[in-house]
């Protein structure tokens, strides 16, 4: 995942294609939420790797056919559990999190909330645990999605 996330961050546009034994539905998901253009069983058929390898080349975005139901789930089962859990979060962490929606600094949010800076950190920290979310980015990309927030 690090080198995944260090190719992806120095050019986007490098195409990254996972070649793994893993069949885990988490594993796929990490992948693709950190930027994996494709995931590949490496018991596949040598010929339908370097076809799908080919397909990446020119843009498109490759899975092992037999990951296609394990993705389908990963992605329901996190969907629902964020939307779950946005009734754990008290009303001064949902306003936080409308505000790094809206791309605003720990610096901002904290005049806008009078608070102190310290204090949006930990408002930040503990909406990023309860929606199961890495980045202040990936929960401002989710957070503008929502239309009950």
């Known amino acids: ?68 139901q394990a993705l389908a789930e990963c992605l329901r089962e996190e969907s629902f559990s964020k ?15 409308k505000l790094i929606a809206q791309g605003k600094t720990n610096k901002e949010i904290g005049k806008a909330l009078e608070i102190s800076d310290g204090t949006v950190k930990v408002h930040v920290k503990h909406v990023l645990h309860k929606l199961s979310f890495r980045s202040r980015v990936e929960a401002a990309v989710w957070a503008k999605e929502q239309k009950n927030l």
């Open 83 to 97: 939307e779950r859990r946005v009734s754990e979060l008290t009303e001064r962490e949902k306003s936080v999190l």
């Open 1 to 68: 995942m690090e080198i995944l996330t260090a190719i992806k961050t120095f050019d986007p546009s490098i195409r990254v294609i996972m070649l793994t034994v893993s069949d885990s539905p988490s594993d796929l998901l990490q992948c693709f939420q950190n930027g994996a253009d494709g995931y590949l069983l490496k018991d596949q058929e040598p010929e339908q790797i370097l076809e799908d390898i080919q397909k990446a080349a020119k843009g498109q975005t490759v899975l092992s056919a037999s990951m296609n």
